[in-house]
């Protein structure tokens, strides 16, 4: 196990410098850019420019014949923009400065906020994890007992009426269910239970860490219920069907013969073999819901989580927040299939990963 996981460790290396590669390409061939916005806005506002050059000046096209809006503009001022963020050196060298700065944990500053990314990165991590990390921890809470249950009594009506909340709650779209939540409880035009943003109050240094804990729960129930709401439906039925294959195996039948209890039969015996392809999906489902779940619900509640400042770095063409929280996505992403193997020899230790090699 050990030498196996030496080599998945390895493997994180050039997987990650294969995704980094294939999206800095995909930028060169993009439309518009920083200088671009930054020539818009100096033809509308005058010879300006808000922009904070990367130390690592790296990400963007270089190879542009022209840029829309720089007829009437100085070509020396083009060509000062272009130098000022990086741009006026080759892709290929732009891309080993970038990766080299990223060997040392150095991601440049945010070309429009005069902030260094590690600090946005930093800053908005620890949102998003509260959010992937507690709607996760629901929906499994949720999801196994209920597929359990769900298979003990499949076809009874227990097993109907369940069904029918889950695929009602399945098929409810999670940002609209947020807007929903926020418009009865959070003061839209019924009850004003709720904050409507962020995850903690102004005032939250000044309480006791016990107020702390209740101001940071009562900021997070919202976004946490609309996360989970249509999240537990898939892994409901996976864990029940999960359980109605291993229930009618031969070596369940052989231990109900021998007189052991249904909850002995379910849990000693069932239950390790039914939880594999549950805990398979354990790392995609973490990576989902902290970065695609998680962004519409960030934006809706005013969150600064780590993939809403992705998003905005997209649209803003902010090139070093871009490459650098693309690096923090799939680093973290690589990891947690690490995770998810570890765990699958923690759930049953017959799996061997180094046998199969």
Not at 122 to 136: K, T
Not at 280 to 300: D, H, Q
Request: aromatic share 14%; glycine share 8%.
């Amino acid at each position: 196990m050990f030498r196996y996981l030496l080599r998945r460790l390895f493997l994180i290396v050039p997987t990650l410098f294969g995704i980094m590669v294939i999206n800095f390409v995909i930028v060169q061939f993009a439309p518009g850019g920083p200088v671009e916005q930054a020539i818009i806005n100096a033809s509308g506002l005058g010879v300006s420019t808000t922009a904070s050059v990367s130390s690592a000046a790296s990400m963007g096209p270089s190879t542009q014949t022209g840029y829309t809006g720089s007829e009437g503009l100085d070509p020396e001022f083009v060509a000062r923009l272009e130098k000022e963020f990086g741009f006026d050196k080759p892709a290929h060298e732009r891309f080993l400065r970038m990766i080299w700065s990223y060997m040392r944990l150095d991601f440049g500053d945010s070309y429009f906020q005069n902030v260094a990314v590690l600090d946005l990165v930093v800053e908005a991590l620890p949102v998003s994890v509260s959010l992937g990390l507690w709607s996760l921890l629901l929906i499994y809470s949720i999801s196994i007992p209920l597929g359990v249950a769900k298979a003990v009594r499949d076809g009874e009506r227990f097993d109907v009426w369940t069904s029918a909340v889950v695929f009602t709650a399945y098929a409810i779209p999670g940002f609209l269910f947020a807007v929903l939540l926020i418009v009865f409880f959070a003061g839209g035009s019924y009850l004003d239970w709720f904050p409507m943003r962020g995850l903690v109050s102004d005032h939250f240094d000044e309480l006791s860490w016990l107020g702390k804990i209740g101001d940071y729960l009562w900021h997070l129930a919202l976004p946490l219920i609309a996360m989970t709401i249509g999240g537990f439906a898939t892994l409901t039925m996976l864990t029940k069907n999960s359980f109605l294959e291993e229930i009618n195996k031969q070596f369940v039948l052989t231990a109900r013969a021998k007189g052991l209890t249904q909850r002995r039969v379910l849990f000693g015996h069932v239950f390790r073999n039914a939880m594999l392809i549950v805990i398979a999906g354990f790392p995609a489902a973490f990576v989902g819901l902290l970065f695609t779940a998680a962004l519409l619900i960030e934006v809706i509640f005013s969150l600064d989580g780590i993939g809403r400042l992705g998003y905005e770095a997209v649209v803003k063409r902010d090139y070093p927040v871009f490459f650098g929280t693309l690096f923090c996505f799939t680093l973290i992403g690589l990891v947690m299939q690490l995770i998810g193997d570890m765990v699958y020899t923690f759930v049953d230790p017959r799996i061997d990963f180094e046998s199969r090699q």
